[in-house]
């Protein structure tokens, strides 16, 4: 059975990403059917190497709708901001409105960042696995390659998670959760899969490049995170120890120096219920299975 899978793909600056994101897509042995390219108001040249990479592999997207649309928003970063959220409501918008005037429906959409590149195989292996389990609703790879540029260094996402840069959703399961704009969207939407039932799950075998994650944010934006999330002082506690056990005492202060900061600051916080239910009690839940 053949799955129509949409791609969004928002950029801003990324000139000297885009021709990695671009030969990445081309080289994949499932391609999306739509590929929608949202840029955020660039300044470089983002579009016109865009347009000149796909220029040149014109013959790999032959059967993908490769859309370009602008957008402008006055916010200028994307992290934990309810920015990003806007700009990927936008492309879910766009594939909407298509599907009414095509009457074509895309059973499965996604978002990879201009700086992700994503093995071959990639969204044919999403793809398999959501094949194979029904209630798979959200998913992505697990292993991260983090290109600090003298080396590459290996993470790893936790296996009950999918961050939004290069995740998947089953329809259904956005048609249920919904998408709204907030703060730390990736963190709402996967925790309202798993409450209502679905699995949200990052695969061990697959693997995707970018840019260096962890040294660009630092642990305070983790611990930021943290708080945004509800997630209680007692488990960003335990966190920050398990850390400091593992000798990574500087990155356990700023693990909870970030909560502290953004708890004095009174930052804005996720409030869907649901999601704050989930992250305010997530051992009980992990224990339930969910």
């Known amino acids: 059975m053949s799955h129509k899978l949409a791609i969004i793909t928002p950029a801003k600056n990324e000139a000297k990403n885009i021709p990695n994101l671009v030969r990445g897509m081309a080289s994949q042995t499932h391609k999306p059917d739509l590929w929608i390219f949202i840029n955020d108001g660039s300044t470089d040249d983002t579009v016109q190497v865009f347009e000149k990479e796909l220029e040149g592999k014109a013959s790999a997207f032959e059967k993908t709708t490769v859309l370009r649309i602008d957008y402008q928003d006055e916010e200028s970063g994307y992290a934990l901001g309810p920015k990003y959220s806007r700009i990927i409501k936008f492309g879910l918008e766009q594939i909407f409105n298509l599907e009414k005037k095509s009457k074509v429906d895309y059973d499965f959409l996604g978002i990879l960042d201009s700086d992700v590149v994503p093995e071959e195989k990639y969204y044919e292996s999403l793809l398999e696995n959501f094949n194979e389990d029904p209630k798979?609703?959200?998913?992505?790879?697990?292993?991260?390659?983090?290109?600090?540029?003298?080396?590459?260094?290996?993470?790893?996402?936790?296996?009950?998670?999918?961050?939004?840069?290069?995740?998947?959703?089953?329809?259904?399961?956005?048609?249920?959760?919904?998408?709204?704009?907030?703060?730390?969207?990736?963190?709402?939407?996967?925790?309202?899969?798993?409450?209502?039932?679905?699995?949200?799950?990052?695969?061990?075998?697959?693997?995707?490049?970018?840019?260096?994650?962890?040294?660009?944010?630092?642990?305070?934006?983790?611990?930021?995170?943290?708080?945004?999330?509800?997630?209680?002082?007692?488990?960003?506690?335990?966190?920050?120890?398990?850390?400091?056990?593992?000798?990574?005492?500087?990155?356990a202060r700023q693990y909870i120096n970030g909560y502290k900061e953004a708890a004095r600051q009174n930052i804005s916080r996720i409030d869907d219920p649901l999601a704050i239910k989930y992250f305010r009690h997530r051992f009980y839940y992990k224990l339930l299975g969910k």
């Open 136 to 251: 798979l609703g959200i998913a992505s790879a697990a292993r991260q390659l983090e290109d600090y540029g003298s080396e590459i260094i290996t993470s790893y996402v936790n296996r009950s998670f999918a961050p939004s840069g290069f995740r998947v959703w089953r329809r259904k399961c956005l048609n249920e959760t919904d998408y709204k704009i907030s703060v730390s969207q990736d963190a709402v939407s996967a925790a309202k899969a798993i409450m209502m039932g679905w699995k949200v799950k990052s695969f061990a075998d697959l693997e995707v490049r970018l840019r260096q994650r962890g040294a660009k944010f630092g642990y305070e934006y983790y611990g930021k995170s943290a708080y945004m999330r509800h997630v209680p002082y007692l488990y960003v506690l335990a966190g920050a120890a398990r850390m400091f056990l593992r000798g990574k005492k500087m990155d």
